[in-house]
């Protein structure tokens, strides 16, 4: 992943919490949440050349 996709998942994600489409209580919860969105957009990227 480079850092151009990561700031963009970035973004995506402080847009959500903007948007108040995802509420975190706390910051650890905050960078749990960011980790697997992180994770989440990995696999979708791998996943997505195999399905094509």
Do not use: C, W
């Amino acid at each position: 992943m480079t850092d151009a996709e990561l700031k963009g998942i970035i973004k995506e994600a402080v847009e959500d919490y903007r948007t108040g489409n995802a509420v975190y209580y706390s910051k650890e919860e905050a960078f749990v949440r960011m980790d697997a969105h992180i994770v989440k957009k990995r696999a979708e990227k791998t996943l997505q050349p195999q399905s094509q």
